[in-house]
């Protein structure tokens, strides 16, 4: 299981606004449009699930317990 927390490298009591943020920044500097590595596609997918995981509550509350 992937880290989500450490992937878009913030804490686990990061808020939504943390969480946002760190995932802008890293998705644009993988995001396959603007940049033509082959590992970037998969590394803006892997940003972009765990993006998407934390912000939702549930979800990220049914991470965490899986995490533990």
Do not use: C
């Amino acid at each position: 299981m992937i880290d989500y927390y450490k992937l878009l490298g913030v804490k686990p009591n990061a808020s939504q606004a943390e969480i946002k943020s760190a995932y802008r920044k890293l998705a644009r500097k993988s995001h396959p449009d603007l940049n033509p590595d082959s590992k970037a596609a998969r590394e803006f997918t892997l940003l972009s699930r765990a993006y998407h995981t934390l912000q939702d509550p549930q979800e990220r509350a049914y991470y965490d317990q899986q995490w533990q």
